[in-house]
């Protein structure tokens, strides 16, 4: 597959702004602020009302694709209930409301969306990489932040958050699909600087993923293989 693509995606909405994807322990926090409100932190920097969430050390496994400083990095996942197991086929299917909702809101296509949540966390909600990003499309915490995600582990705010983030990228180099999918992966920073998709081979077997589970997802093929 050419890592170049001339599918343009209709861009609709104004330029927002993100943080990019920083480096990151693996624990997570959650912080309750002074109003009653709530946010997740992979670092508190002497925060109050902390506790954590999430160990870097609780029960290592695979997990979807960490960004290319990470390659190879195992992940972790927060206990899980029989219906979100990973073995369960029902839960490709279980979010469909929300990943049509975020399709809608931010203009992108739904079969691309379900990509990117195919890829990043083969549709765990729990996930969470040793950088530090979490749930179904594998979100750091500042990019949470920046997207208005309170709970990254929401199935819910997580695909809102992260598709927003998508329709940033988006927006940000033309609507070029590849290149959005590669700053998803890379960070805007990398594929500005290499005026493309990044010689990273990490970000380029990620493009080459999410792309094929796209064109799959819009003819109507559930894949079975990652």
Do not use: K
């Amino acid at each position: 597959m050419h890592l170049r693509s001339t599918l343009r995606l209709t861009l609709t909405l104004a330029t927002l702004w993100v943080g990019g994807h920083g480096v990151a322990r693996a624990d997570i926090y959650e912080c309750r602020r002074a109003d009653g409100t709530t946010h997740y932190t992979n670092a508190p920097s002497g925060e109050r009302n902390c506790r954590v969430v999430v160990h870097g050390s609780d029960r290592p496994r695979s997990a979807a694709a960490d960004r290319p400083a990470m390659e190879g990095a195992e992940a972790f996942t927060r206990p899980i209930n029989a219906n979100e197991r990973s073995s369960d086929p029902a839960r490709y299917r279980r979010y469909d409301a929300y990943i049509r909702e975020a399709s809608q809101l931010y203009q992108l296509p739904e079969a691309f969306v379900r990509a990117v949540v195919r890829v990043e966390s083969d549709f765990n909600p729990n996930v969470v990489s040793n950088a530090g990003a979490m749930g179904l499309m594998q979100l750091m915490p500042q990019t949470a932040r920046s997207m208005g995600v309170r709970d990254p582990f929401d199935p819910r705010q997580n695909i809102l958050g992260g598709t927003r983030y998508l329709r940033v990228l988006a927006n940000s180099f033309n609507g070029d699909l590849v290149l959005t999918v590669a700053a998803y992966n890379a960070g805007g920073g990398a594929v500005t600087r290499y005026r493309g998709v990044p010689p990273y081979a990490e970000t380029r077997r990620y493009v080459q993923r999410v792309l094929r589970h796209y064109y799959a997802y819009r003819a109507g093929r559930v894949e079975t293989q990652r």
